[in-house]
């Protein structure tokens, strides 16, 4: 079994900064991309940062030079530095990622639990 779960989020005012982690753990052979997804009340979720696992990456337009994605492969984590933040960043954040499951020998999408980011005027 696979499971992905997230950290770092809270409350923070414009202009302030957070990191977000997320661990995947379980029954994983290997990772192809990482990303981060959020979704805002009312809104349709939208991917924010993506990461290969060369390393190339890609990023919303509304957060390039703002936020920088990174990952460990060898740890299986990946990361999101969110800095210069916005109210209209605020949303429920998720970790997405690409993982061949070493028991099923499945490739499938996984999903965190989500972690709040609230961005103060």
């Known amino acids: 079994q696979v499971q992905l779960v997230e950290s770092g989020g809270g409350l923070v005012q414009a202009g302030g900064s957070l990191r977000l982690s997320c661990t995947a753990s379980?029954?994983?052979?290997?990772?192809?991309?990482m990303a981060w997804y959020r979704q805002a009340p009312g809104k349709q979720r939208e991917l924010v940062a993506a990461i290969t696992r060369g390393g190339s990456a890609n990023y919303a337009d509304s957060v390039k030079g703002r936020f920088g994605i990174s990952r460990n492969s060898a740890k299986n984590t990946v990361s999101l530095q969110m800095n210069s933040l916005k109210p209209e960043d605020t949303a429920v954040y998720y970790c997405k990622a690409d993982i061949l499951d070493s028991q099923r020998l499945v490739r499938g999408d996984y999903w965190g639990q989500g972690t709040q980011v609230t961005v103060s005027s």
């Open positions: 379980g029954s994983i052979f290997s990772i192809n991309v």
